[in-house]
């Protein structure tokens, strides 16, 4: 059964700090990983999507890196801003092809101070 | 291009009642999915939907709760004879998915926040 878990739970640092999120999983065999952002009381936001094949992506400050032999990816946020601050989601896709669905992560929450 | 909608986002209903959630995926996209997350915990995948079709219900719990995604209209999440602990953020999201496609990101709705007292 494919677990997924994020660590730390939560995270606070001063605005203009890089940080690393970090999740892992416990089944290699995914199709794909994704990350996402949760502000309160609000849905989801998708921030990078990673292919199993693929090894990082990139989106202005974000950077997500996936070791799928080790069952772990971790999001890079750079020069972190005050409006950083939400919860990130990991999610997979499990390698079978006739499903979408996904397995998240507990998220970490993320507060950045100005 | 109008994002997931859902509606309503905020629903009360008192134990036994019945509690209806509806989804209109995004324009084009015949996929739908419904998470649930439950307070203090992460989001649970519930339920795999195409037009007409139910693909994936490995997530539902056995009773009291169905869903259906019909030719016409919006996906509607079916809790029948709510108790407390239904209480939780419903999430639908829609894919344009298509088999052997490489592209799949899951668009996510605003949620539905079903309190039942």
Redesign the interface.
């Known amino acids: 059964k494919q677990e997924v878990t994020q660590i730390p739970a939560a995270l606070s640092v001063p605005e203009g700090e890089n940080l690393v999120l970090n999740c892992s999983f416990t089944d290699s065999a995914i199709y794909?990983l994704?990350w996402?952002r949760q502000d309160p009381?609000?849905?989801?936001?998708?921030l990078l999507?990673i292919?199993s094949s693929q090894r990082e992506q990139t989106s202005g400050r974000l950077n997500a890196s996936l070791d799928k032999s080790s069952g772990r990816s971790t999001l890079y946020i750079a020069a972190s801003q005050p409006g950083d601050s939400a919860t990130y989601?990991c999610?997979v896709?499990l390698g079978s092809?006739?499903?979408?669905?996904?397995?998240?992560?507990?998220?970490t929450t993320l507060q950045v101070k100005p | 291009n109008a994002g997931?909608m859902q509606n309503p986002r905020h629903l009360v209903r008192r134990r036994g009642q019945e509690a209806r959630l509806r989804c209109s995926p995004m324009k084009g996209h015949s996929?739908v999915?419904w998470?649930r997350q439950l307070p203090e915990?992460?989001?649970?995948?519930m339920v795999?939907l195409q037009k007409e079709n139910i693909?994936?219900e490995?997530?539902m719990p056995k009773e009291r709760f169905s869903a259906e995604f019909p030719k016409e209209g919006p996906s509607i999440l079916r809790i029948q004879q709510v108790v407390r602990g239904d209480s939780a953020a419903y999430?639908c999201?829609s894919?344009p998915?298509l088999?052997?496609e490489?592209t799949?990101?899951?668009?996510?709705?605003?949620?539905t926040?079903l309190t039942v007292l």
């Open positions: 794909n994704q996402f009381g609000k849905g989801l936001t998708s999507l292919q989601l999610a896709r092809s006739n499903t979408g669905k996904l397995i998240f992560g507990q998220g | 997931v996929h999915y998470y915990e992460g989001l649970k995948f795999y693909i994936d490995s997530g999430f999201a894919s998915f088999a052997g490489s799949d990101t899951q668009y996510f709705g605003p949620g926040r």
